[in-house]
């Protein structure tokens, strides 16, 4: 059970956030296309060839990412003290678990989402004045290697960002997502009890307030959310009216050729600005 005055605080702080995230991915970019790559999802395909679409990792994600948006994030009350007249007695069923257990599983789905997680990675790429990473494959890494993967490919390289990488930082915890894996938790009272303490060598969260959790998993939401909301926004108020205004209609993007060295190709947006293709529809 979410409170709504926290809903709309933290929704808040993550757009403050990926303001200045995409702020800067705007201003240092190797190249003008790269964010429109970075939403229509570019990667080396089967023949090693710069491929745009979802591909595989994003269509085994898909059913998961579409199922996040379209549940939305869960149960919310207007009570402030919600939390403070739960009775401290849990046994799996209450009306509170129950929210809870949808809120674990939304979290995971979050965190394992390899499709997410390559967006996310790709758009810190651009925040640091990186080239987009065409051979990134997240779907290939173990879940320690995610892990690590988060803590130092994403977080770490938002020390650009305090803002945001703060919010990242809090949001994810590898302790909390591992035991939610493996339902390795319960409720005490006031709190959440984490049962891989002590058994894992990487956990450091023995148990956490529900009010941290709420907190957490907020922010967690709305960083998924806002990541591709905003690409979205920056493709259809940027890119596709560019597109439209130019002679060709098409929009240059940088893609690696041979010997690792760049070369400049166009992509074509379909009729309506969703779907981008290097030929004309």
Request: charged share 20%.
């Amino acid at each position: 059970m979410l409170r709504t005055k926290h809903v709309t605080k933290y929704e808040s702080d993550v757009r403050i956030g990926l303001q200045d995230l995409f702020d800067s991915a705007k201003a240092k970019m190797q190249h003008t296309g790269d964010l429109l790559v970075c939403q229509q999802n570019g990667f080396m395909g089967y023949s090693e060839s710069p491929t745009i679409g979802i591909g595989e990792e994003g269509l085994n994600n898909m059913a998961t990412l579409n199922s996040i948006s379209f549940r939305g994030i869960g149960d919310v009350t207007n009570d402030n003290n919600y939390f403070k007249k739960l009775d401290g007695f849990f046994n799996g069923t209450t009306e509170f678990e129950y929210s809870l257990q949808r809120e674990k599983g939304t979290y995971l789905n979050i965190w394992e989402s390899s499709y997410f997680l390559r967006i996310l990675t790709q758009t810190v790429n651009l925040a640091n004045g990186l080239e987009y990473d065409w051979d990134l494959n997240v779907s290939a890494m173990t879940p320690s290697g995610k892990n690590r993967h988060v803590r130092e490919q994403v977080i770490k390289r938002l020390n650009v960002l305090p803002t945001i990488q703060k919010i990242v930082s809090t949001a994810y915890n590898r302790n909390i997502r591992n035991a939610i894996a493996h339902s390795q938790y319960h409720c005490v009272q006031g709190g959440i009890w984490y049962d891989n303490f002590g058994s894992d060598k990487y956990a450091d969260l023995q148990a956490i307030g529900f009010e941290d959790w709420e907190q957490k998993y907020i922010m967690s939401y709305f960083l998924f959310i806002g990541v591709f909301q905003t690409l979205k926004q920056i493709k259809d108020e940027f890119y596709y009216p560019l597109s439209k205004s130019l002679k060709g209609k098409g929009i240059p993007i940088r893609i690696p050729g041979k010997n690792k060295k760049w070369t400049e190709k166009y992509i074509y947006p379909n009729q309506n600005g969703e779907t981008w293709r290097f030929v004309k529809t």
